[in-house]
Nanobody
Framework: QLQFVESGGGLVQPGGSLRLSCAAS????????ITWFRQAPGKEHEGVSC????????SYANSVKGRFTISVDNAKATAYLQMNSLKPEDTGVYYC?????????????????????WGQGTQVTVSS
């Protein structure tokens, strides 16, 4: 099972910024497409953004377009999510996983293996 280590979360005021990191644990990103997901309290996981290893395939959920930017550093086997203009509704635990599209972002924001366990995630709280 491919696993990731998420980090970079924290408490920020509305309008603030955070940069999240998603590090591959024990493997290279290779040809995988990586999707960031988030889960708000009492809600299902929601896809946020996806990028493939070349950076040529990128997608964003409508709720974060224009505010979030995804990137990847293959040398560090790490994907990043720069989050600007944060809103209270961005609050949740953020996770990453290989996208359903495997090599490219499928556009469905679904994990390749829906039965796999999620990592520990990183908590993002947007509150004044």
């Amino acid at each position: 099972q491919l696993q990731f280590v998420e980090s970079g979360g924290g408490l920020v005021q509305p309008g603030g910024s955070l940069r999240l990191s998603c590090a591959a644990s024990g493997f290279t990103l290779g040809d995988y497409a990586i999707t960031w997901f988030r889960q708000a309290p009492g809600k299902e996981h929601e896809g946020v953004s996806c990028i493939n290893s070349s950076g040529e395939s990128i997608s964003y959920a409508n709720s974060v377009k224009g505010r979030f930017t995804i990137s990847v550093d293959n040398a560090k086997a790490t994907a990043y999510l720069q989050m600007n203009s944060l809103k209270p509704e961005d609050t949740g635990v953020y996770y990453c996983a290989v996208d359903l599209g495997y090599y490219y972002c499928s556009g469905y924001f679904e994990p390749l293996d829906p039965g796999a366990s999620w990592g520990q995630g990183t908590q993002v709280t947007v509150s004044s």
